[in-house]
């Protein structure tokens, strides 16, 4: 089956804490604050090759097959708050959402983590945190956290982003930046899809089949990475498409239709 990625401008963490640098002194813990309209998720804003090629990128052999071994527990996210608020939320966003203010005229953008640590194995995001951007396929200005933060720091802000994304904390209120939420990212999907309708990319029927089997794709890749799995989001994709045709819950043609819509929308750069 075609290899593919999913997402969204919502870069996953392909590009993983996208361009962050070391900005903020702010202090930061699990704050109580309302969440805002995220305005790119997991479906978003413009995709070409190089999104595909990252997202393609395979996970060194040292890396490939960790999990985190510090337990998100109020502990490692108050340590994981302070990590993300001084060196990820100026490019990324208090929220995780690719929005900080440092990141405006970043190429590529920074990543909505948030929603892509959702969706990406521990190994995938501990590599693209420690290693950074600025080699091929990611070309970002995302500096090699190995040689600023220890391993249990990066395992921490990795619990930090993940419960951001989950909704299990609420961003804090430091450079500012929306928080994910799912109406908006649905809004964002049916627009593209109807996008796509109208410029002759896809048919309606096909939006509707797309619609369908990305909810039943999204929440299989949430539950598979909570559930410990390891790989990048290819890896994922194609376990979950051929789980989904053999339970009977998705036909093959719907799969196939899925990835072909897929493929077709970010050739027309209306992937996010």
């Given at each position: 089956m075609k290899k593919i990625s999913i997402f969204i401008l919502i870069l996953l963490f392909t590009i993983a804490l996208g361009a962050c640098g070391s900005a903020s002194d702010s202090e930061t813990a699990v704050s109580d604050a309302e969440p805002v309209a995220a305005g790119n998720g997991f479906m978003g804003g413009g995709m070409g090759g190089g999104m595909r090629d990252r997202h393609h990128a395979a996970i060194p052999e040292e890396y490939a097959g960790l999990s985190n071994p510090i337990a998100a527990?109020?502990?490692?996210?108050?340590?994981?708050?302070?990590?993300?608020?001084?060196?990820?939320a100026t490019c990324h966003g208090d929220g995780g959402m690719g929005d900080g203010p440092a990141g405006v005229g970043l190429d590529p953008a920074p990543a909505a983590i948030a929603h892509t640590s959702q969706m990406l194995g521990d190994d995938y995001q501990f590599w693209r945190i420690s290693e950074g951007g600025t080699m091929d396929p990611f070309n970002s200005s995302m500096i090699a956290w190995k040689g600023v933060l220890d391993e249990d720091a990066r395992w921490d802000v990795i619990n930090y982003v993940q419960a951001?994304?989950?909704?299990?904390?609420?961003?804090?209120?430091?450079?500012?930046?929306?928080?994910?939420?799912?109406?908006?990212?649905?809004?964002?999907?049916?627009?593209?899809?109807?996008?796509?309708?109208?410029?002759?990319?896809?048919?309606e029927a096909e939006a509707a089949v797309f619609a369908t089997a990305h909810e039943q794709v999204d929440g299989q890749m949430i539950q598979m990475r909570e559930d410990g799995a390891s790989g990048g989001m290819d890896e994922m994709m194609d376990d979950i498409l051929a789980e989904l045709v053999a339970?009977?819950?998705?036909t093959q043609e719907q799969a196939d239709t899925?990835?072909?819509?897929?493929?077709?929308?970010g050739d027309a750069g209306l992937m996010q």
């Open positions: 527990d109020e502990a490692s996210l108050e340590r994981g708050a302070a990590i993300y608020a001084t060196n990820c951001l994304g989950s909704g299990a904390v609420m961003p804090g209120q430091h450079v500012g930046g929306a928080a994910f939420d799912p109406a908006v990212e649905a809004a964002n999907q049916a627009e593209m899809l109807a996008k796509g309708v109208e410029q002759g990319v896809i048919t339970s009977g819950d998705m899925f990835i072909s819509v897929h493929d077709r929308l």
